[in-house]
C-alpha cells in the first residue's frame, strides 16, 4: 500500500470525525466484550458514523471507513435489515405514540401516502422522521410535520433505494423471518413492529455472524495502515505521528496481535535532548500536543481543547491490555501537564529555556530514531 505524507494530514474536523470513529470502534471493535443488543446498537450507530464521515477530509481515514461499509453492503440483504433495525429502534423509543383512525386528524407533508401505520413505515425509510405536535391544548390529538432525518451512507444511495422498494413490495400480512408485519390494523402500537424487527435483524445477523464479521474483514485494513506506517522508509511528519496516535487506541479494540503490535510500538525507546530515557508514546504525545497546539498550524488547538481532546480519547480505552494501560497513563500524564500551565505545549516548565520550535525538531528525531527500532522489531 504506497501513500504519501499527504494522506495522514488532519485538520481539526478530522480530528472531531475521528473520535465519532473511535467511539464506534470501542463499542464494536472485535476485541471488544460483547455488547447488549450489539445487532440493534450497530445499525443505530452507523447514520452517525455516517455523518462523521462526512466531516473528514483526511484520505487515509475516509478510505477506512469507506471498507467497512463496502464490506457491510457485500452482506446479502444488508440493506434491507439494517433500515429494519433502525424502525425497530425508532418503534421501541416511540411505543407510547397513539394514531388515531381518522387521517383528517393529522398532517403530513413528509409524503403523500395512505393514512396507515404502513406509511409512516415507508416515510421513515425514505429518510424522514417525525416530530409531534398538539393541534392545541383543547386537542389531545397531535400532528405531524416534515422532518430530515438525513440518513447518509456512502456510497450506498442507490442500495438503498432498492432496499425500500424491496420491503414495500414484500410487505407480509403476518410476520415472517424476511420482513417486518404490517401494522395497519394497530393505529399506532410499536410493540409488534419493534418485536418483528427484532426478530427479522437477530435471525439475519445470526445466519451471517454480524457484526463480527465484518468488523474482522476491517481490521485487517486497519492494521496494514499501521503497517504502512511504520513501514515507511521515508521521514515521517507530525501530521503522521499525530494519526498514528488515533490508530493505536483503534488498534486496541480489535485482536490480541493487534494490541501486541500496539505494546510493541509504545514502550520502546524513544530518547531527545529535553527528554532522554523516555518512552515512545510519551515522546508521541508530546509531540501530538505541540503539533495540535501550533498557532501557526492547521489544528491551533488551545489549551483547554487539548486537554478535552486527551479526555475523550482516554474514555474510548476500556481495555486492560499492557498497551492499553502504558497509553492511558501516558494520556493522563499530559493531562496533568496541561491542566498544571495554560501556556502548556507552547512553554514547557521542565524545558524553559528551550524554545518551542527546538522541543518540535527534537520530539520529532526522536520518534524518527524510536520508529526505526520498531520497524526491525516488527518484521520479525
Known amino acids: 500500500m504506497q501513500t504519501t505524507a499527504n494522506d495522514y494530514k488532519l485538520s481539526a474536523a478530522d480530528l472531531t470525525a475521528i473520535r465519532g470513529w473511535m467511539k464506534f470502534l470501542e463499542t464494536f471493535g472485535s476485541g471488544m466484550p460483547p455488547a447488549e443488543n450489539a445487532i440493534g446498537k450497530f445499525f443505530a450507530a452507523l447514520p452517525q458514523l455516517s455523518d462523521n464521515y462526512d466531516e473528514m477530509t483526511n484520505s487515509s481515514y475516509r478510505w477506512m471507513v469507506e471498507t467497512l461499509f463496502f464490506y457491510l453492503n457485500e452482506v446479502p440483504n444488508n440493506q434491507e435489515v439494517s433500515l429494519t433495525a433502525q424502525y425497530g429502534d425508532f418503534c421501541e423509543k416511540n411505543m407510547h405514540i397513539s394514531l388515531p383512525g381518522d387521517p383528517k386528524d393529522y398532517v403530513t407533508t413528509a409524503i403523500d401516502l395512505p393514512f396507515e401505520f404502513r406509511s409512516y413505515w415507508a416515510i421513515f425509510l425514505f429518510g424522514y422522521g417525525y416530530k409531534w405536535y398538539p393541534k392545541s391544548e383543547s386537542d389531545p390529538l397531535i400532528r405531524i410535520v416534515r422532518h430530515e432525518k438525513g440518513i447518509k451512507i456512502p456510497g450506498v444511495n442507490e442500495n438503498r433505494r432498492n432496499a425500500i422498494i424491496a420491503l414495500s413490495n414484500n410487505w407480509d400480512p403476518i410476520p415472517s423471518k424476511d420482513f417486518i408485519v404490517d401494522q395497519t390494523s394497530m393505529y399506532g402500537s410499536g410493540i409488534l413492529a419493534m418485536e418483528s424487527a427484532k426478530k427479522v435483524v437477530a435471525d439475519w445477523a445470526s445466519a451471517h455472524n454480524m457484526p463480527q464479521s465484518i468488523m474482522i474483514r476491517f481490521e485487517a485494513q486497519q492494521r496494514l495502515k499501521m503497517k504502512d506506517m511504520i513501514g515507511a522508509d521515508r521521514v515521517l511528519n507530525a501530521d503522521e505521528y499525530l494519526f498514528i496516535f488515533h490508530l ?133
Do not use: W
Open 248 to 380: 493505536m487506541i483503534s488498534l486496541c479494540t480489535a485482536t490480541n496481535a493487534d494490541r501486541a503490535t500496539v505494546l510493541t510500538i509504545v514502550k520502546e525507546q524513544a530518547n531527545s535532548i529535553e527528554y532522554p530515557n523516555e518512552t515512545f508514546i510519551n515522546q508521541l504525545i508530546y509531540l501530538s500536543l505541540l503539533h495540535a497546539g501550533n498557532p501557526k498550524g492547521d489544528i491551533r488547538y488551545s489549551n483547554l481543547m487539548m486537554q478535552d481532546m486527551l479526555k475523550g480519547m482516554l474514555a474510548f480505552i476500556k481495555t486492560t491490555d499492557e498497551a492499553s494501560i502504558a497509553i492511558k497513563a501516558s494520556i493522563e500524564m499530559s493531562t496533568h501537564m496541561l491542566h498544571a500551565n495554560a501556556a502548556y505545549p507552547m512553554h514547557d516548565m521542565y524545558n524553559p529555556d528551550k524554545s518551542f520550535s527546538t522541543r518540535f525538531t527534537d520530539t520529532l528525531a526522536a520518534l524518527e530514531d524510536g520508529r526505526k527500532i520498531i520497524k526491525t522489531k516488527l518484521k520479525k
